[in-house]
């Protein structure tokens, strides 16, 4: 926690989600939550465990579906609220703690990203984003998006990245990947798991494109050398 703490105080945005820093490291539950450390982090006071999931969310305007647990907050003085359940109670708060930003989300967001009407940790990093500039490193592009079909996850190095996509789709789509790189130029990308096979690729001044086919239920594994 205190790692976390200095990560945040030199600039880093930490997010975190009900239940966040219940247990000690030998599993025991913590006897005051947040542990202080994270408390200073998310300018939290307290937090106070509550098992209700159908309590709705208002965010910017919309609503949105609470997912499985949630905490009530109470937020130190100062601290943002960016949401709120129909209760009242704070559903999303950010704090500024020296160069670095701690959002919090008093529901288990994450766990519920891919049900519909749950999507609120989109919402806050969408604010986020907004707000300070943030854009991820690696993005993709797909024709038949309803919620998140196409679902990719990264592994890099500096000589190699190893991206693992998955289509949990019921059909084919072409998908269009995205890297924002300005440091590194390509020196070969293959895309296969059995058998890898060399697939173009774009690069500008600010980023790298390449694409590939994937059928439904596919999983494919696309690797990028860089020189």
Not at 11 to 33: E, K, P, Y
Not at 170 to 192: F, P, S, W
Request: proline share 3%; charged share 25%; aromatic share 8%.
């Amino acid at each position: 926690a205190q790692a976390l703490k200095e990560y945040v105080s030199r600039g880093g945005i930490l997010v975190g989600f009900a239940r966040c820093g219940t247990l000690d490291a030998n599993g025991w539950f913590h006897s005051q939550l947040p542990i202080q450390a994270l408390g200073d982090v998310f300018g939290i006071n307290k937090v106070e465990a509550d098992h209700r999931d159908d309590f709705m969310i208002s965010f910017n305007g919309r609503n949105y579906q609470s997912w499985l647990n949630r905490d009530i907050i109470y937020p130190r003085e100062g601290t943002e609220i960016l949401a709120t359940f129909e209760d009242g109670y704070p559903a999303a708060t950010l704090n500024t703690l020296q160069n670095g930003l701690g959002l919090y989300l008093g529901t288990q967001a994450d766990s519920g990203y891919l049900k519909p009407k749950t999507g609120v940790i989109k919402e806050a990093i969408n604010m986020l984003s907004d707000r300070t500039g943030l854009s991820p490193y690696l993005s993709v592009k797909y024709f038949n998006k309803i919620g998140r079909e196409i679902d990719p996850h990264i592994l890099a190095t500096p000589e190699r990245t190893e991206i693992l996509i998955s289509n949990y789709s019921q059909g084919a789509d072409e998908v269009e990947i995205t890297l924002r790189e300005t440091q590194r130029k390509v020196k070969k990308a293959l895309a296969g798991i059995t058998e890898q096979k060399s697939i173009k690729v774009k690069q500008s001044a600010s980023e790298v494109r390449l694409s590939v086919k994937l059928d439904k239920k596919e999983v494919q594994i696309i690797s990028i050398f860089w020189q």
